[in-house]
């Protein structure tokens, strides 16, 4: 849940893209013309009121104690890894190495009961 919420506020890859194949029309709302790149932000989706609730800038792994579904109102928003069969070969990796890493930094810390967080870096919208 940890490693979730790190990935969800600072997500490592700052874009994706997707190349539009052919027209595509989007709920009679928006039309992307055929050979259009798209540029997806991962950030401002995870760290959008709408999609995470009133507390998503802060730090809350709890968020994730249900999987994705119970974090997010649109699971499909949460994409540290991307999305689609271009999604990241090496997410499997990475989530192993990330728990090995934290079990040995933790290893070497102590804790008191009532931890006080804050966040840095923060985000800063250009
Ligand atoms: C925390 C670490 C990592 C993050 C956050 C990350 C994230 C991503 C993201 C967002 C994409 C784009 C997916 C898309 O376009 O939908 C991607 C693609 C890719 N990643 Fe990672 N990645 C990480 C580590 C790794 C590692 C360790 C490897 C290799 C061992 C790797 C190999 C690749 C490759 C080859 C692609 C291109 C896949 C394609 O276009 O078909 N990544 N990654």
């Known amino acids: 849940m940890v490693i979730q919420e790190i990935l969800r506020l600072y997500p490592g890859v700052g874009f994706t893209v997707r190349e539009a194949l052919e027209d595509v029309q989007i709920r009679n709302k928006v039309c992307v013309p055929k050979g259009v790149n798209t540029w997806i932000w991962p950030?401002?989706?995870?760290?959008?009121?709408?999609?995470?609730?009133?507390?998503?800038?802060?730090?809350?792994p709890e968020r994730f104690s249900n999987g994705v579904p119970g974090a997010c109102r649109i699971s499909l928003a949460y994409i540290p890894f991307g999305l689609?069969?271009?999604?990241?070969?090496?997410?499997?990796?990475?989530?192993?190495?990330?728990?090995?890493?934290?079990?040995?930094?933790?290893?070497?810390?102590?804790?008191?009961?009532?931890?006080?967080?804050?966040?840095?870096?923060s985000l800063m919208y250009f």
Do not use: Q, Y
């Not at 401002?44 to 809350?60: C, I, Q, S, V």
């Not at 934290?102 to 840095?120: C, E, T, V, W």
């Open 84 to 121: 689609s069969p271009r999604t990241c070969p090496g997410m499997n990796l990475v989530m192993m190495d990330l728990k090995v890493m934290f079990s040995l930094i933790l290893a070497n810390f102590s804790f008191p009961s009532r931890l006080i967080i804050i966040m840095f870096p």
């Open 43 to 60: 950030i401002a989706l995870h760290r959008d009121p709408e999609l995470w609730g009133p507390d998503a800038h802060n730090f809350n």
